[in-house]
C-alpha cells in the first residue's frame, strides 16, 4: 500500500459475485473464474444507442469468428432497446471473447458481457411460449378496447349531463 496524507491507500481490481441475469459463473466468495463457458453466445449489455451490429462484428471479432450478431429492436422502431446478443464458431472463441472484453467501453458506457442462455429448440417450449404470446396480445388489444370505449361512454355521458342542465 501507500500512504497518502496519514491513509493507508491500497488499489485493487474489482470482480464481478454472484449469478448475472442471464446465468453468468461468476466469482463466488474464495472460488475462481470458470475459464470455459456452457454456450457460444454472448449477451451484451448496456450497449449504447450509437453501436451498430458491424461494430460489434468488429470489436468482438477480434477474438474469434462471429457468426452472428442480434441487436433487438424497440417497438416503435426508433432505434435498439440497449443489448445484443452475438453467436461465436466455437465455445472457446465466446470465452476468449468474454475474458477479454469483460472491462471494455464503447461509446463511453461499460459493456457488460454474459453468457446468454441457450435457446429452445424443444417443440412444445416453443408452443408455450407462442401460446403466451398469443395471450399477452390479446389482453393488450382488450384493454386498448376498454381504454376507447371508456373514452366514448364518457363522452355520452357528458352529453347526456348537458342535456339534463339545460
Request: with cysteine; net charge positive; charged share 25%.
Amino acid at each position: 500500500g501507500l500512504v497518502l496524507d496519514g491513509h493507508a491507500v491500497q488499489l485493487q481490481l474489482s470482480q464481478r459475485r454472484g449469478q448475472g441475469r442471464a446465468g453468468a459463473a461468476d466469482v463466488a466468495k474464495g472460488g475462481t473464474k470458470s475459464k470455459t463457458l456452457s454456450t457460444q453466445r454472448l449477451c451484451v449489455r448496456n450497449l449504447a444507442f450509437e453501436a451498430t451490429a458491424k461494430e460489434l462484428r468488429q470489436l468482438f471479432g477480434a477474438y474469434g469468428s462471429v457468426t452472428a450478431v442480434r441487436i433487438p429492436k424497440k417497438g416503435d422502431y426508433t432505434g435498439h432497446r440497449g443489448f445484443a446478443f452475438l453467436d461465436f464458431a466455437s465455445r472457446s472463441e465466446a470465452a476468449a471473447a468474454y475474458e477479454a472484453l469483460q472491462h471494455t467501453h464503447l461509446y463511453g458506457r461499460r459493456l457488460v458481457i454474459e453468457p446468454a442462455e441457450e435457446r429452445t429448440n424443444d417443440v412444445e417450449a416453443v408452443q408455450v411460449l407462442a401460446a403466451k404470446r398469443q395471450t399477452a396480445k390479446e389482453l393488450k388489444s382488450e384493454a386498448k378496447r376498454r381504454r376507447t370505449a371508456g373514452v366514448f361512454n364518457a363522452a355520452k355521458d357528458a352529453g347526456s349531463f348537458q342535456d339534463a342542465v339545460t
